[in-house]
């Protein structure tokens, strides 16, 4: 079963291993995702992450400087994060030139890896307008039909 | 309502076939399953059981008329469904931002210090 996939892009002027320090380095995730982050940058490494008075256990998945970096996390269920229960951020960073970067964050639910490969392509073709797009699509076809 | 939470719709919406049938509840509303079964490229079996996902899901709601049952799309949990998905990519984006934020300044605070490099 497919679950959530959420695709967002931004350009960044400056060097991609500028922008990888930024998204991988606890001091600096606390500047842009959790108030508090304790994690080792490195595969299979177990975290921490508080949102306020709340927090959640976050598992480093890919770590390959300066292209690729990807976590789970579950926030807020709480449990350790596995394939099965939790959210996959990937982040894939692309050089544009010296001093630009496209930063691509991919959010996905859990069912997504259990797919054969073939059912993932297709998956990825299909959702290449995003969610929000499909849903938005659906509900103006709804305010077409019933006016409110 | 938590996008990360609803596991339910967000499976019900994300299969292909099941999107199908939620277009044309969409766009003709109350029709029965072997109205839709003629549009679409499936078993009517299959029209049945997409119709039970979506339904518990909360997408659509049957009404019987007569000896039929019709069925029709439940708008409110749709527009819930889109508010939710568009409040997730935001989030997205604010952080995304953010991090733009701080890598460009870092950048530009090492060239003050660094003119000659990068």
């Known amino acids: 079963m497919p679950g959530l996939v959420i695709e967002r892009e931004v350009v960044i002027d400056a060097p991609v291993e500028v922008v990888w320090r930024t998204i991988t380095e606890p001091d600096q995730m606390s500047q842009w995702f959790a108030d508090r982050v304790e994690l080792a940058v490195e595969p299979g490494a177990h975290g921490f992450m508080e949102f306020g008075d709340q927090g959640g256990p976050v598992v480093v998945e890919v770590v390959d400087p300066p292209t690729r970096f990807s976590f789970r996390w579950n926030y807020p269920h709480g449990e350790e994060p596995e394939a099965g229960n939790s959210m996959l951020v990937e982040f894939t960073l692309t050089p544009e030139g010296d001093e630009r970067t496209r930063l691509r964050v991919v959010e996905s639910g859990h069912e997504l890896l259990a797919w054969p490969d073939a059912e993932k392509q297709r998956y990825a073709d299909e959702h290449k307008d995003g969610w929000a797009d499909y849903l938005d699509h659906l509900t103006a076809l709804l305010a077409k039909r019933q006016p409110r | ?118």
């Open chain 2, 1 to 118: 309502m938590t996008a990360q939470a609803d596991d339910e719709l967000w499976s019900a919406i994300a299969d292909p076939s099941r999107r199908r049938v939620l277009d044309l509840l969409v766009s003709y509303g109350d029709v029965s399953a072997s109205w839709l079964a003629g549009r679409v490229p499936f078993s009517r079996q299959a029209v049945s059981k997409h119709l039970v996902v979506l339904e518990r899901a909360g997408l659509i709601s049957r009404r019987k008329q007569g000896r039929e049952v019709l069925y029709q799309v439940q708008a409110d949990r749709l527009d819930q469904a889109a508010r939710a998905m568009a409040e997730l990519a935001a989030q997205w984006d604010r952080r995304l931002s953010r991090i733009k934020r701080l890598a460009e300044t870092a950048h530009a605070e090492s060239k003050k210090r660094n003119p000659h490099e990068g």
